[in-house]
């Protein structure tokens, strides 16, 4: 077999049970060649599971241990990591439970998941500096409907049909969370940023839900207060803009 196809099968097998190609190629020695690639394959997997459960904290909380290890097994054998970092692994988790049969009896598993894997991403993204007033007030009033902003790396916007922060606070708490969970009949719009050195989010009006998914985009500023005043006609597009400058929201622009 040549290098390229035997280091093929051996990745294959650590996610599969199919080890017969590799059979003739393994040193028996005291152990057979299955055991041998079961070594590999335990060690795979429990890495994996770690760094999941390391970012995933309260989904584990929500589901329990022993569920959080078969959906994590599962998770690896469809997504086997591709990043050197086991830091980068895991994004894929919130689409995996979506559509995980058991998680079915936990309707807003997928997006507390989603929730966590924005606060993780949030708390490791590189720091900005703030935005050069000085540049922005350089451009002509009537150039201001050209101008698209870009936000901070750690921000993270949500659109959730569940109140995930409710649920991820009581998760927080000592009690069991699935003994005080009942669901409000409406969802949330949720901003994270990180100003400083923490994490914190708050919810959104449609209006400011709108214009910052408008500048995700790399809309104009014309065309994002067009949209944002769609949705909320009384919406202070001036006001919420000072706030995302003040506390490093927005911290680029270009014309």
């Known amino acids: ?12 097998a650590l996610l599969t049970l199919e080890t017969q190609p590799l059979v003739p190629y393994i040193i028996a020695n005291g152990l057979t060649p299955e055991q041998r690639l079961q070594i590999y394959r335990n060690n795979i997997i429990n890495n994996c599971t770690q760094a999941l459960r390391a970012v995933y904290p309260t989904v584990e909380r929500l589901v329990g241990a022993d569920f959080f290890n078969a959906a994590a097994r599962e998770y690896v054998r469809q997504y086997p990591s591709t990043f050197c970092d086991l830091q980068q692994y895991g994004d894929k988790l919130a689409e995996f439970l979506a559509t995980f049969p058991p998680a079915k009896t936990v309707p807003y598993l997928a997006e507390v998941a989603q929730f966590e894997w924005g ?15 000085i540049a922005l007030g350089q451009i002509a009033p009537d150039d201001y409907h050209q101008v698209k902003f870009s936000l901070h790396p750690a921000t993270r916007l949500f659109a959730m049909q569940f109140p995930v922060s409710y649920i991820w606070q009581l ?3 000592e009690e069991d969370p699935n003994d005080q969970i009942t669901l409000p009949e409406h969802g949330e719009k949720i901003l994270m940023l990180r100003p400083k050195f923490e994490v914190e989010w708050r919810f959104l009006s449609e ?8 500048f995700t985009q790399q809309k104009e500023m014309g065309q994002a207060c067009a949209e944002a005043l769609e949705v909320e006609p009384n919406f202070d597009v001036g006001q919420f803009l000072q706030f995302c400058i003040a506390n490093l929201i927005i911290t680029e622009f270009v014309l």
């Not at 400011?208 to 408008?214: F, H, N, P």
């Open 171 to 173: 998760c927080q708490a």
């Open 119 to 133: 606060y993780h991403l949030a708390l490791h993204a590189a720091a900005h500096s703030p935005l050069d007033l």
């Open 207 to 214: 209006g400011e839900y709108a214009l910052l998914s408008a």
């Open 1 to 12: 077999m040549q290098l390229y196809n035997l280091q093929k099968a051996f990745s294959a």
